[in-house]
């Protein structure tokens, strides 16, 4: 009797097939211990005063909410704490909540706009630990209602930085008082309050502790020096402090003048942030200053060394020291570490405004930029998407130092820390005429819409990337926009425009005389009647793909079709024709070279089914069971999860409904667990039609 053991998402599944029958089905634990999330950053040696607000924070922890987590907003002004006192705070909470603290940034009036709650879910999941980024849901609901399910197991502090509006927040606040949310605004946020939210606003520094916290920064004896300048210095920052860090931060690399001669002290008629921020612009070397202008002009939320680098056309090294003192002189704010991106920073409050409008260094500061966002993102295609057709491009500026794809898993870590930069990117393309570009950096992120699941950015890029190449006026870019599109609709299930959009691509195709591109949309076509089970109507147009791909000598094609048209013909009762057509789909992509696993797995679950439709029973739980430990292997969860659900059909045809219950609930187990609401209820019915009546 052959035995196949197998882990999937932490369970272990022993199970014999024998004549027929599916049995001896165990689940052992083999979960990993959970990482601790430690997210918050350090508080800085100059942190001066705020005990009253410590307390005040203390004391909003009274009284909690028994079924929803608490929410807590600071408001106040840029520069003037929050992130410090939230830090601080947190700290000091650690053993309350002790799963982790998390914190995402939500960029209220940043680059791009500030960050919808689907993708702060994603950031969220990723910082918890838990979620292969790749096997995230493809629904944005579904990705909220994942980080809810997960946080509602644990005690955890959320940090949501910088919200411009209550929508960012309300679809990620857990649904248990276990867990606290701090939301920090620069504005007061009316929606939360009225959903039981305490605010507490964060006022400047007293005038004692702004003079604390320079002497803090300058040493006493430099205060003690010149206390009444140094008072007066404290009032004309008006007890912010980042302005008293600027301001003293200017003192710090002057040692040699007095704090009288400072230009803060004679400025009048400005706010103290915009001046002591306009002031440290002044006193900045040439590297820097040059560094920071054209920085400012990259139009992305946040910036590494390696994209500074490649759109300043400054040397990787020299790079990242600048971007080290840029931030200790606060023009820079350091908000973190990300996988191969590594420091990652904004500009300051305040900074990006003051600095001069450089309209004809911007489009080469953007070309740049664009350039090395292509660069990085073909080699990830290469990768990832082998077979994925290339567009041209204009090679303008290569980057002297790239990014360093070394894996799949380095592939994956950049494209999701990247997507965020994505839209304003090809915002700035488009404003700038640049739409070769544009279209070429939307077809080169396909692996971020395709393995990444994010068929919402998707949607919105393909819209854009169509009209770009329409304007640049490249009917293959115009056909592959077309195409890709029509995929991302057939994805969220919205068949009739993917319908639309593949028939407008065969069209052009038609025009061109293009065979290959014929019969892509043709398939295309087939397969999103396949997706919405209208069947009878796939066959003929997955049939006419087939022998189109035959014609191309295109193997991968033709077996693509062939799984869908064999198991269009299964599910219609005709087995006779499907289980053929799949065993010549099956041998048609295990001769491809680079081998294509993924569809060989596909091919053979597929088969699975039609040999079970076909009542052999003991061969489809076998060819089942090979094809679930090859989604496993290759780290395709949503498939290993479907092909457990096929185990469950396969076991319920064979007249073995417990069997087929243990399958179905180990399926819907494993949809759970990648936030698949959708799927989750189609086997909660599969599983109540095993009731007894």
């Not at 912010?240 to 860090?245: E, V």
Request: charged content about 20%.
């Amino acid at each position: 009797m052959p035995t196949v053991s197998n882990s999937i998402d932490g369970a272990r599944v022993h199970h014999a097939v024998q004549a027929g029958q599916v049995r001896d089905i165990h689940f052992h634990s083999t979960v990993p211990p959970r990482q601790v999330p430690r997210q918050l950053e350090a508080v800085t040696g100059v942190f001066t005063d705020r005990e009253h607000d410590v307390a005040a924070l203390d004391g909003m922890l009274a009284g909690l909410p028994e079924d929803t987590a608490p929410v807590i907003v600071i408001t106040g002004p840029g520069g003037i704490g929050k992130s410090a006192l939230v830090s601080r705070w947190g700290h000091h909470q650690a053993e309350r909540y002790p799963d982790g603290q998390l914190l995402v940034q939500l960029r209220a009036g940043g680059v791009g706009g500030p960050a919808p709650a689907p993708e702060t879910a994603r950031s969220l999941l990723r910082g918890l630990g838990d979620q292969d980024v790749p096997q995230l849901p493809w629904q944005e609901s579904d990705l909220q209602a994942l980080w809810r399910s997960l946080a509602v197991t644990r005690r955890l502090l959320v940090v949501l930085e910088d919200a411009a509006t209550a929508d960012q927040v309300v679809p990620l606040i857990p649904a248990t008082s276990e867990c606290l949310v701090i939301v920090t605004s620069r504005s007061p946020l009316p929606a939360l309050a009225a959903l039981g939210a305490r605010h507490h606003h964060l006022g400047p520094l007293a005038p004692t502790h702004a003079v604390q916290l320079l002497s803090r920064i300058l040493g006493e004896g430099r205060v003690r020096a010149e206390p009444a300048i140094a008072e007066a210095l404290a009032r004309a920052c008006e007890g912010s402090p980042l302005a008293l860090a600027l301001a003293a931060g200017a003192v710090v690399l002057a040692p040699a003048h007095s704090l009288a001669s400072h230009p803060a002290l004679a400025a009048t008629g400005l706010e103290s942030l915009p001046m002591t921020t306009a002031v440290a612009l002044t006193s900045l070397p040439e590297p820097e200053a040059r560094l920071l202008r054209l920085a400012a002009l990259i139009p992305a939320p946040d910036l590494d060394h390696l994209t500074v680098a490649a759109a300043t056309a400054t040397p990787a090294a020299h790079t990242l020291q600048l971007l080290h003192e840029l931030a200790a002189r606060q023009m820079l704010e350091h908000i973190g570490r990300q996988p191969v991106r590594g420091d990652v920073y904004s500009i300051r409050v305040g900074v990006r405004e003051l600095i001069r409008d450089q309209a004809d260094t911007q489009r080469l500061v953007v070309q740049r930029y664009l350039d090395h966002l292509i660069a990085t993102a073909q080699d990830t295609v290469q990768r990832l998407t082998p077979h994925h057709r290339v567009l041209p491009r204009q090679h303008r500026h290569h980057p002297a130092e790239p990014v360093r794809i070394t894996d799949d898993r380095t592939a994956l870590d950049w494209l999701e820390a990247i997507a965020p930069a994505v839209l304003p990117a090809l915002a700035a393309a488009r404003t700038l005429g640049e739409h070769q570009a544009a279209t070429v950096l939307v077809h080169d992120m396909w692996p971020l819409f395709h393995r990444l699941r994010r068929t919402d950015l998707s949607l919105t890029c393909h819209k854009l990337g169509i009209d770009s190449a329409r304007i640049w006026g490249h009917p293959m870019a115009a056909y592959e926009m077309t195409t890709t599109l029509a995929i991302s609709h057939k994805r969220v299930g919205e068949h009739e425009d993917a319908l639309r959009l593949y028939s407008e691509g065969r069209t052009l195709a038609t025009a061109d005389q293009d065979p290959n591109r014929i019969a892509q949309c043709t398939a295309g076509i087939g397969a999103t009647l396949y997706e919405a089970e209208r069947y009878a109507a796939a066959e003929p147009e997955l049939a006419r793909a087939i022998e189109l791909y035959a014609d191309l000598d295109d193997r991968r094609g033709a077996g693509l079709a062939e799984i869908l048209l064999g198991s269009a013909a299964a599910r219609q009762g005709n087995t006779d024709l499907g289980v053929p057509l799949l065993q010549q789909a099956l041998a048609d992509l295990e001769s491809l070279t680079p081998p294509d696993p993924l569809n060989v797995a596909r091919a053979k679950v597929f088969l699975g089914e039609a040999q079970s439709l076909a009542r052999e029973h003991d061969v489809a739980a076998g060819t089942i069971n090979i094809a679930v430990q090859e989604f496993v292997r290759l780290g395709h969860r949503h498939w290993a999860a479907y092909g457990i659900e096929f185990l469950g059909e396969a076991a319920q045809r064979a007249g073995l409904p417990r069997v087929a219950e243990s399958w179905y609930a180990a399926s819907q187990a494993q949809y759970r667990n990648l936030g698949s609401s959708r799927d989750v209820e189609r086997l909660q019915s599969r599983l109540l039609a095993l009731l007894p009546e």
